[in-house]
C-alpha cells in the first residue's frame, strides 16, 4: 500500500500541472493585479544597523532646508509613497581559468639479513630460497591533471518605477517595484527591491540598480514560449531521483 502511494504521488502532481494549464487552454497569462506591497504575507519590514540618534541642527531665520537642491521644493523621493525610477544595467562578464598538474614517484625497499639469530631459520621457513636483504619491495606512481574552466555573460538594460515602502531610522529608503508587459501570450515580469540612500538619487529621480544595498532583481516570463522551454514536470522529477 505504501508503495503504491509512493507511486500515485508523481501522478498527483503531473495531473494538477496538466489541470492548471488546461484550465487557461487558450487565454493568455493573467496580468497580477496592482497591490499595496505591505499587504503582501511575505513582505517583512526591513531592519539594518542604525547609528546613534542626533539632534538636528538648528536653523534659525534659513530659507535653506537641509537635503534640498532648490529653494522650492526637492522632486527625489523621501517619503512612504514617493515613486524612484531604477535603472537596471546589467552588464558581467566573468572568465576564470584553473589547472593543476601534480606527480609523484615513490620506491620503497626492506631487507632483515639478520634478526636474532633467526637468518638460519629462513631455509626451513620458505624451502623455495629467499634472499633477505629484499623481503619487501614497493613501487607506487600518481599522476593528476586537472583543467577547469568557466565563462560567463550576462547583459541586462530595464528602467522600472519602484515605490518606496519603508523609511529606515537612518534616512534610508526601503523601494519595491514590480513591472509585467504582455506581448500576445507571453508575459514578462520584472521585480525590483532593496534599499537605497536619498544622496543616491539623481536630480531627475533615478537610481542606479548598483546604488541598492540588498538588492533583489529579478526577471522573468511565463507564457507559451515559455512553457515550451521549460522541461516538464515528469521530466524534472526523472532528473530528481534518477542516480544516472
Avoid: K
Avoid at 546604488?211 to 526577471?219: F, K, S
Amino acid at each position: 500500500m505504501r508503495q503504491a502511494l509512493i507511486l500515485m504521488m508523481p501522478l498527483a502532481m503531473i495531473a494538477c500541472s496538466g489541470a492548471e494549464r488546461l484550465s487557461r487552454l487558450g487565454d493568455p497569462p493573467e496580468m497580477a493585479p496592482v497591490t499595496n506591497p505591505t499587504q503582501d504575507p511575505r513582505w517583512r519590514p526591513v531592519t539594518m544597523p542604525m547609528p546613534n540618534p542626533q539632534d538636528p541642527p538648528l536653523a534659525n531665520n534659513s530659507l535653506w532646508r537641509p537635503g534640498s537642491r532648490t529653494f522650492l521644493r526637492d522632486q527625489r523621493a523621501a517619503t512612504v509613497g514617493d515613486l524612484v525610477t531604477v535603472l537596471v544595467a546589467i552588464a558581467d562578464e566573468a572568465e576564470l581559468q584553473n589547472r593543476t598538474i601534480r606527480s609523484r614517484n615513490n620506491s620503497e625497499g626492506m631487507g632483515i639479513p639478520q634478526m636474532l639469530g633467526l637468518q638460519s631459520s629462513y631455509g626451513r621457513l620458505f624451502p623455495a630460497g629467499i634472499d633477505p636483504s629484499r623481503l619487501v619491495e614497493a613501487n607506487s606512481t600518481s599522476d593528476v591533471n586537472g583543467t577547469g574552466q568557466t565563462r560567463r555573460n550576462e547583459t541586462v538594460t530595464l528602467r522600472v518605477a519602484a515605490t518606496v515602502s519603508q523609511v529606515l531610522p537612518n534616512g534610508n529608503l526601503v523601494v519595491t517595484g514590480r513591472q509585467q508587459v504582455r506581448v500576445n501570450s507571453e508575459l514578462r515580469d520584472l521585480t525590483v527591491g532593496g534599499v537605497i540612500r536619498p544622496q543616491d538619487i539623481a536630480s531627475d529621480n533615478t537610481v542606479r540598480h548598483d546604488r541598492l544595498a540588498e538588492a533583489r532583481i529579478a526577471y522573468g516570463g511565463r507564457g507559451t514560449i515559455s512553457d515550451v522551454q521549460r522541461p516538464r514536470t515528469g521530466q524534472e522529477l526523472l532528473d530528481v531521483i534518477l542516480p544516472f
